[in-house]
């Protein structure tokens, strides 16, 4: 059974950085079948894919188009975990951040808990 | 980007009494891989979603199977036969068939 535990701070200030990790039991984050994203879910733009990292033989990240620029993906190996890093946040960055394993079929199958990010001064 | 719209974009059911949901996309979710990347997900409050369906009709680990899904290229449908009380919650179609995933936009599934 796969499962997602994710970690960081609840507020942010404008202009800082979010930072926010989902460690992985069950699962590698090595995994040449799975990918790890970040989604976030706010009353105004629904359900959003903000990006993922996966392994295949070397690691790859892609990000949307909105987020681009200002969001780092990382893998942590050594922890089995992946991290999510968003520059120059601003109030309209202020969401309910979940991380989510893709799994071979397309699926979406694991989410983490959720962790709602609030960006105010 | 891909535009998922979904109808309705809520619906009171009553118990035992079979529910719809439509999905259309903007565009086909065929894969060049020949594979229909869509999934069905149900959001409880205060609960991050649950996948309940992948690949147009595949049911995910413990599904109940009153809940199937069908449809093809960019007309799909979420069925629950006979629904229960703990089905009442939002439901998601989002399509992994290119970048970015995109997600509809959600249907309110209220029990009456």
């Known amino acids: 059974q796969v499962q997602l535990l994710q970690s960081g701070p609840g507020l942010v200030k404008p202009s800082q950085t979010l930072s926010l990790t989902c460690a992985i039991s069950?699962?590698?984050?090595?995994?040449?079948?799975?990918?790890w994203n970040w989604v976030r879910q706010s009353p105004s733009r629904g359900l959003e894919w903000l990006g993922r990292?996966?392994?295949?033989?070397?690691?790859?990240?892609d990000y949307a188009v909105s987020v681009k620029g200002r969001m780092t993906i990382n893998p942590d190996t050594s922890k089995n975990q992946f991290s999510l890093q968003l520059n120059s946040v601003t109030p309209e960055d202020t969401a309910v951040y979940y991380c989510?394993?893709?799994?071979?079929?397309?699926?979406?199958?694991?989410w983490g808990q959720g962790i709602l990010v609030t960006v105010s001064s | 980007d891909i535009v998922m719209t979904q109808t309705p974009l809520s619906s009171p059911v009553t118990l035992g009494q079979p529910a719809s949901i439509s999905c259309r996309s903007s565009?086909?979710?065929?894969?060049?891989?020949?594979?229909?990347?869509l999934s069905w997900l149900q959001q409880r409050p205060g609960q991050p979603p649950r996948l309940l369906i992948y690949?147009?009709?595949n049911r995910f680990s413990g599904v109940p199977d009153r809940f199937s899904g069908s449809g093809a290229g960019t007309d799909f449908t979420l069925k629950i036969s006979r629904v229960e009380a703990e089905d009442a919650g939002v439901y998601y179609c989002?399509?992994?068939?290119?970048?970015?995933?995109?997600f509809g936009q959600g249907t309110k599934l209220e029990i009456k």
């Open positions: 989510v394993r893709r799994g071979p079929a397309g699926q979406f199958d694991y």
């Open positions: 069950g699962d590698s984050v090595s995994s040449n079948s799975a990918a």
């Open positions: 990292t996966y392994y295949r033989s070397k690691w790859y990240s």
């Open positions: 565009q086909s979710l065929v894969h060049s891989d020949g594979n229909t990347y």
């Open positions: 690949m147009i009709s």
């Open positions: 989002m399509h992994a068939t290119e970048l970015p995933l995109t």
